[in-house]
DNA sequence: GATCTGACCACCG
DNA sequence: CCGGTGGCCAGAT
């Protein structure tokens, strides 16, 4: 099991309507400086995928935020399916993350990455 | 193998 | 709040 199965199997553990930070999933695989990579693996994923990609947002400060680079319409899909799982935007494109945040049992991870 | 790039973030100052 | 820096992994050249 690779970094990106890994990071592929922590997103599709998130439950509809929470997010997790690319930090939180990194610090989740035991790498809390690989948030980079998070995104790296994102970005590798094919476009029929089901794995829920859009769950995963950046971080500015307390709150949540679309961060895609030169996607402009995976910026929009994102934001579309958020919203359809009931998370709202601000006039800033930015939602609080505290009522947001998946808060995973630590206990599934490990099984998950161990069984994956 | 060296180097660069990218859906990032924590840590200073 | 803003900017600079270092660190992580994978893929392309």
Redesign the pocket.
């Known amino acids: 099991m ?3 199965e890994q990071v592929y199997e922590i997103t599709r553990a998130i439950p509809p309507g929470k997010v997790l ?4 999933v ?2 989740l ?1 035991s ?15 094919p476009s029929g995928s089901d ?1 829920p ?2 769950r ?6 307390s709150y949540g ?7 402009g319409d ?2 929009a899909e ?1 934001r579309i399916r958020l919203e359809a799982e009931g998370i709202l935007f601000d006039e800033e494109g930015q939602f609080p993350l505290k009522p947001y945040l998946w808060q995973p049992d630590p206990a599934e991870i490990a099984s998950l990455l161990d069984q994956g």
């Not at 790498?31 to 994923?45: E, K």
């Not at 995963?56 to 400060?61: I, L």
């Open positions: 690779n970094f990106n930070n690319y930090g939180t990194a610090r695989l790498n809390p400086r690989a948030s980079r990579a998070v995104g790296y693996a994102l970005n590798a994923l794995v990609w859009h995963v947002v950046g971080k500015a400060g935020r679309i961060s895609l680079r030169g996607r995976s910026v994102q």
